[in-house]
């Protein structure tokens, strides 16, 4: 046969497979060429028999119970399904092993001994019903579930990739989901405020913090922040940096691998690759930034109506610009202009006792009070001048940068192209008594008229770091000025002695500065432009309207500003934004939502049609459309996806929910992949019980996650035994739940777990995440090249951070803690709906010989030792009562003691720790 007909003969038998399978996407049309048209089209489906709908896109329904409804309805239908494939359930587990698995499943710790007598010897009926509340009303509960959920979004204090750099305020986002499980807020506005809690829920400060479920997996800093913005390479990393919003949005609150379209339409499920670009659309107006809050409410809401104020003075339309003119701001321009004066007018130039150049340049005063720069141009230089002043108060330092005809393009710099790099301006103070030394005069602020860029600006002149500074590139030839505004302003006697030390070290060499003024001031104001300051000096009368609206604009923006500068400091989460300040050149807001086309085969270099936002069609009764009427509005976008997700009508949110708090408390989803719904994914082993499982969550339990946990953990089905073997050949992986399936503890709970039986584990709730790691100086964090390093082998194990529990700790996504690697504690790196619970040997040896376990081994040890009697066999008793909940049988008392003997208490505690028993659930 030839290569083409083969070919054709390979498709055509594919193709009847797929039509017989009811795989109806596989061999739709392929990726359209940028002219929107498809190349090929799949098979037609005949009208006269329509393939039924996949489980997960049929429409939801409750189906009925079966049974009397006597029981619990998850048995019911467990019992049906046992039935007809003649099995039978286990019985409940014996009352040890029920405590303790509850209190794992729903704390992540276990009860102590003496929680454990008591529940054992209690005949109250309602005793387990009751310890089921306790421990769903227990803080822990949250700290516990959120691990589930952060593994769900990939969360890391790092970025990952290349350097890994720290991440420094993705916490809050962590602790905002410990609340939520707490709190147990509903399930539809749990997920609102994860996608759009700025736009739907405004006047709540932690709506804002819940969109670190969007920023929470890698990012790729190199490609975002250090390649120029113009590149294929940037734009690529945009490109990625969407679809990881799409895949966590889509993966974790529907189920579905959409992300599969964004070459082709999707292989196997309904989703078309114009559908995942209208996705894209959706956050096409945010990047992943620190984002400002508070926890006041009142505060919260007054910084973000005087954000949005700002942002509207940055960007004005014509409606506010009309406004400029109205009486009120009239009135205000006025008032502030006349007090603009009267500043003016307080500026004093300091009367120079001596100016010196440390780099021999010839510094001569002109009779302004100003000084020229001459002679030498050395590559580094520092200007000292020593000045007194009347007394009175100073509140602020004036630094003129001057332009004078003698200099190189007019300066104000020395330089060829008339720059200069001012590295840091200091200043200094000295009372007029004999021997008093001069003291240093804090500067809070600082501000100028022109800077070259956010991080050339007059601030890097203050901030204490050599290899930063101000310049007006591309601004020379004209005046500039900044104002240096004291942190502590103070009166000063007559005589006292200011010394103001500028240093021009940094950046390009021979940067100093050609002429230049230092004023002095009881109080400081914003420098203004050199066109502005022109327009001031004009006579009212004599401005025209754009001067007029231009100088309105200024008054008000200085007025924002210190408004908001009078607002205590925001703490700040690292979440999704649309508004933040620029890092660098190359990353930076944009300002509306980016244009979003469908790339024929994914490839930027071939865009086809312009793309809107817009939802999936393949969900009964739920419109694609968003019904989104401002597109500019970035956050209406992501609103109205929140909205569409949570929507009644939408059976993938609940079938997805139900489906993964299943697998969390058995170990294994109805559905065993979570994050696949699709065709590729697995079918349910129970649909209808899925089913009635996402009705009666979303309808009667008010999508309340601790009222499907009471009804799951108090069903006979988690509650029976896994010891049985009755359906080990029927159903050898227990897809029937004829048994309850043996989990192993997860390494977070071994680790909590640990420290809770030396009695050192830290209950704190919530903050920044534990470091529990030795730094390596600036290679540990630092932002300039290397990749992390960290070294957890030498880390004390009795720090105080070390102590707080696991959830808390600092999670880096290509350093792992080899302990927590080892007992399979994903790193954050990707998506882990469900983790790996791999037996490995290296389990065994980070068991025996992690110094962490070794350490708290012998804290254990010693809280056996001290409560107990001195004969090995009380401290062996007392061991197992401890670690394993349990008195140990005559033959392991025996063995026990010897060892103990031998080895010691500490090693014989810490064999415990290794045994199964402890390890596993049942």
């Known amino acids: 046969m030839k290569p083409a007909a083969q070919h054709a003969g390979i498709r055509a038998a594919v193709l009847v497979f797929v039509a017989a399978a009811g795989f109806s996407k596989l061999g739709a049309a392929e990726t359209p060429e940028p002219s929107g048209q498809p190349r090929h089209q799949g098979p037609e489906v005949s009208a006269e028999s329509p393939p039924a709908p996949w489980w997960s896109l049929a429409l939801l329904v409750r189906p009925a119970v079966p049974g009397t409804g006597e029981e619990n309805p998850i048995d019911a239908f467990v019992r049906e399904k046992l039935a007809a494939n003649h099995l039978e359930p286990s019985p409940e587990a014996d009352r040890r092993t029920l405590i303790r698995r509850l209190s794992y499943d729903l704390t992540g710790l276990p009860l102590t001994p003496e929680e454990m007598a008591a529940f054992i010897e209690d005949d109250d009926p309602q005793a387990y019903e009751k310890l089921v509340d306790r421990l769903l009303a227990s803080p822990r509960h949250g700290e516990h579930w959120a691990r589930h959920w952060l593994d769900v979004a990939s969360y890391a204090d790092t970025h990952g990739n290349d350097h890994d750099f ?34 739907l829920f405004p006047d709540d400060p932690q709506a804002t913090v819940a969109l670190g479920f969007l920023a929470a997996g890698p990012w790729d800093h190199t490609l975002m922040v250090t390649v120029r913005e113009d590149t294929v390479d940037h734009r690529m990393a945009q490109n990625l940096d969407r679809d990881a919003m799409v895949t966590a949005t889509m993966g974790t609150f529907q189920s579905l691998t959409v992300q599969c379209a964004r070459c082709h339409n999707h292989k196997f499920d309904p989703v078309s690759q114009r559908e995942y670009y209208a996705l894209q659309a959706v956050f096409a107006g945010v990047d992943r930034a620190d984002r400002p809050f508070d926890e006041n409410p009142s505060i919260h809401v007054s910084r973000r109506h005087l954000l949005a104020e700002q942002k509207k003075l940055k960007q004005p339309d014509e409606a506010f610009l009309t406004r400029l003119e109205s009486l009120e701001i009239t009135r205000k321009v006025t008032a502030w202009e006349e007090a603009w004066k009267q500043r003016e007018k307080a500026w004093q130039p300091l009367s120079a006792v001596s100016v010196v150049s440390t780099g021999g340049a010839t510094l001569t005063r002109q009779e302004d009070g100003s000084w020229l720069a001459g002679g030498t141009r050395p590559d580094r230089d520092t200007y000292i001048l020593t000045a007194r002043r009347p007394a009175g108060k100073l509140g602020a330092l004036r630094l003129e940068a001057m332009a004078d005809d003698r200099l190189p393009q007019r300066g104000p710099g020395r330089w060829d192209n008339g720059n200069f790099h001012l590295s840091e301006f200091r200043a200094y103070a000295a009372a007029p008594s004999a021997g008093e030394s001069a003291k240093p005069l804090p500067i809070a602020r600082a ?65 100093g500065l050609g002429r230049f003024r230092i004023s002095a001031g009881s109080e400081a104001a914003t420098p203004m432009p050199t066109a502005l300051d022109e327009v001031l000096r004009l006579p009212a009368d004599k401005r025209s309207p754009a001067q007029r609206r231009e100088l309105a604009l200024t008054v008000l923006r200085e007025e924002n500003r210190r408004a908001l500068e009078a607002l205590p400091p925001p703490q700040m989460v690292y979440a999704v934004a649309s508004d933040f300040p620029p890092d660098g050149e190359n990353f930076k807001p944009a300002p509306e939502p980016r244009p979003i086309h469908l790339l024929a085969r994914g490839e930027l ?44 009508r939408n059976g993938l949110t609940w079938r997805s929910i139900v489906n993964r708090v299943w697998h969390w408390h058995f170990g294994r989803g ?46 006979h089905a988690w509650r029976q035994s896994s010891l049985a073997w009755q359906g080990a050949e029927t159903d050898a992986d227990n897809r029937l739940l004829w048994r ?11 680790r909590d777990t640990l420290l809770m039986l030396g009695r050192q584990l830290d209950l704190t709730v919530g903050g920044p995440a534990a470091v529990q790691f030795n730094a390596k100086g600036d290679a540990t964090f630092n932002p300039g090249g290397n990749p992390p390093f960290v070294d957890y082998e030498h880390f004390n194990p009795d720090a105080s951070e070390a102590r707080r529990r696991a959830v808390y700790r600092f999670l880096f996504r290509t350093v792992p803690d080899p302990l927590m690697a080892a007992l399979d504690s994903p790193d954050g790196g990707s998506v882990a709906a469900v983790r790996g619970v791999s037996t490995t040997a290296v389990q065994a040896f980070a068991l025996m010989n992690n110094p962490f376990v070794i350490r708290w081994s012998g804290h254990i040890a010693s809280r056996v030792t001290a409560a107990t009697a001195a004969t090995p066999e009380d401290q062996v008793e007392a061991a197992f009562k401890l670690i394993l909940l349990r008195q140990p049988t005559d033959a392991e008392r025996t063995a026990f003691a010897g060892y103990l003997q031998r080895h010691g208490a500490a090693n014989a505690c810490q064999l415990l720790i290794n045994s199964n028993e402890f390890l596993h659930l049942d």
């Open 166 to 199: 720290i991440r420094p305020h993705a916490w809050p986002w962590r602790d905002w989901v410990i609340r939520a499980f707490n709190e147990d807020k509903p399930y539809a506005r749990f997920v609102q405020e994860q996608v759009a809690g700025d736009a």
């Open 447 to 511: 501000t100028a008229d022109h800077n070259e860029g956010p991080g050339i600006s007059a601030a890097q002149a203050v901030d204490g770091r050599e290899e930063t500074q101000w310049g007006v590139h591309p601004r020379y030839g004209e005046p500039h000025q900044a104002v240096f505004e004291l942190k502590e302003p103070a009166e000063f006697p007559e005589d006292t002695l200011f010394t103001i030390v500028m240093d021009f070290r940094s950046g390009a060499p021979g940067h």
């Open 605 to 648: 270099s071939r865009p086809g049609d312009l793309i809107g936002p817009a939802a999936l069609g393949c969900i009964p009764g739920m419109p694609a459309d968003l019904g989104i009427t401002d597109a500019g509005d970035e956050s209406a976008r992501r609103a109205a996806l929140a909205l569409w997700l949570t929507d009644s």
């Open 670 to 715: 109805l559905c065993d992949t979570p994050n696949d719904f699709g065709k590729m994914g697995g079918t349910p082993s129970n649909t209808a019980l899925l089913d009635w499982l996402a009705v009666w969550f979303r309808d009667d339990a008010k999508g309340s996650l601790k009222a499907l946990h009471r009804l799951i953990v108090t069903s």
């Open 740 to 750: 309850q399936n043996r989990n192993r503890l997860s390494a977070e709970a071994v």
